[in-house]
């Protein structure tokens, strides 16, 4: 079964919604609704809406800026997602600081994160 994922970015973005619309045409939910709401009205991805939206979700999803720095905001969704168990897909650049945290995946593009969810939800073997 496929996981539902919570979409996560500093912005609304062409490559945001080309990968929300190719994981929902692929059957993998999306929580995350930030995205979805009207241009220009103002918005916050930490309020508790937002992480009881994530709570809901397997994975978390982010795509990262080129040199983008962690912003105190995203380094909360982070440590609320590892706190929570949850799996992160991060499209982009590492952060050196996160590098050492198993349960998360790095990816070069947008291109790459459905075929990472499909291996993050197969069964782990633990036959020799």
């Not at 978390?60 to 040199?67: F, K, M, T, Y």
């Amino acid at each position: 079964m496929a996981p539902t994922v919570y979409l996560e970015a500093a912005d609304k973005t062409q490559e945001l919604f080309t990968l929300k619309w190719r994981l929902r045409a692929a059957g993998i939910g999306v929580g995350s609704t930030w995205h979805d709401d009207a241009p220009g009205l103002p918005h916050s991805h930490l309020n508790p809406f937002r992480a009881e939206q994530m709570r809901r979700c397997e994975v978390l999803v982010v795509l990262s800026g080129q040199n983008e720095d962690l912003r105190p905001e995203l380094g909360t969704l982070i440590g609320l997602a590892l706190a929570w168990g949850r799996k992160i897909v991060w499209v982009g650049t590492p952060v050196p600081s996160l590098a050492t945290f198993g349960t998360i995946r790095w990816v070069d593009s947008i291109d790459q994160v459905p075929d990472e969810l499909a291996r993050s939800a197969q069964p782990v073997s633990l036959a020799a």
